[in-house]
């Protein structure tokens, strides 16, 4: 398999210009269900693989469930933020070097417990927004981007998807790097 469909199974994120009410609802189903479909791949796979990385310099299985806890919090209290201030800007942080930090060697379950509470709250607050409140926005200083909320949404629904695919790579007998 090439190292690109290793790093990118389902592609690169592509936002669309215009952001339907479907798309926008079935991010909320992929963001409220991703917990589970985490917990499903990693019945899936026995314990030893998952300090395997899913592709040569790629993180192993547990750094990706721990990454997602991490992400997806920042991610929600980004939501918030933008939720309650004008346009915030938000904190970036360095996402290799998390993955780093001894918890990370924690038992993935852990961090599958945390993403079960952070997508209730993240799922309950999208579900409750006005078309007004999908269009707030926060600011990304290193990028120097605006995000508008349903960019976000989207944004993070691939995000996700993303990395579980990464952890159904190695449920894939055929995959060989």
Same mark, same amino acid.
């Given at each position: 398999?090439?190292?690109? %469909?290793? /790093?990118?199974? #389902?592609?690169?994120?592509? #936002?669309?210009?215009?952001?339907?009410?479907?798309?926008?609802?079935?991010?909320?189903?992929?963001?409220?269900?991703?917990?589970? +479909?985490?917990?499903?791949?990693?019945?899936?796979? !026995?314990?030893?693989?998952?300090?395997?990385?899913?592709?040569?310099?790629?993180?192993?299985? +547990?750094?990706?469930?721990?990454?997602?806890?991490? %992400?997806?919090?920042? =991610? *929600?209290?980004?939501?918030?933020?933008?939720?309650?201030?004008?346009?915030?800007? #938000?904190?970036?942080?360095?996402?290799? =070097?998390? =993955?780093?930090?001894? @918890?990370? +060697?924690? @038992?993935?379950?852990? %961090?599958?417990?945390?993403?079960?509470? #952070?997508? !209730?709250?993240? !799922? =309950?607050?999208?579900? !409750?927004?006005?078309? %007004?409140?999908? /269009? &707030?926005?926060?600011?990304?200083?290193?990028?120097?981007?605006?995000?508008? *909320?349903?960019?976000?949404?989207?944004?993070?629904?691939?995000?996700?998807?993303?990395?579980?695919?990464?952890?159904?790579?190695?449920?894939?007998? &055929?995959?060989?790097?």
């Amino acid at each position: 398999m090439e190292q690109e %469909s290793l /790093k990118f199974p #389902i592609g690169k994120c592509q #936002i669309p210009e215009v952001i339907t009410s479907d798309a926008l609802q079935n991010a909320i189903i992929d963001i409220r269900t991703l917990p589970q +479909r985490v917990e499903d791949a990693l019945n899936r796979l !026995s314990e030893h693989k998952w300090d395997i990385p899913y592709r040569p310099n790629g993180w192993t299985v +547990r750094q990706v469930v721990h990454h997602l806890a991490d %992400s997806h919090m920042n =991610a *929600l209290m980004r939501l918030k933020l933008a939720l309650t201030e004008s346009n915030p800007s #938000i904190k970036p942080y360095l996402e290799a =070097a998390w =993955a780093e930090l001894p @918890d990370y +060697r924690l @038992d993935p379950q852990v %961090s599958l417990g945390l993403l079960r509470g #952070i997508h !209730s709250h993240w !799922s =309950a607050l999208l579900t !409750s927004l006005s078309e %007004s409140q999908w /269009k &707030r926005t926060f600011f990304h200083p290193e990028n120097q981007q605006t995000t508008s *909320l349903m960019t976000h949404t989207l944004l993070y629904q691939w995000h996700g998807n993303h990395h579980l695919a990464h952890l159904n790579l190695l449920h894939n007998p &055929r995959h060989i790097y």
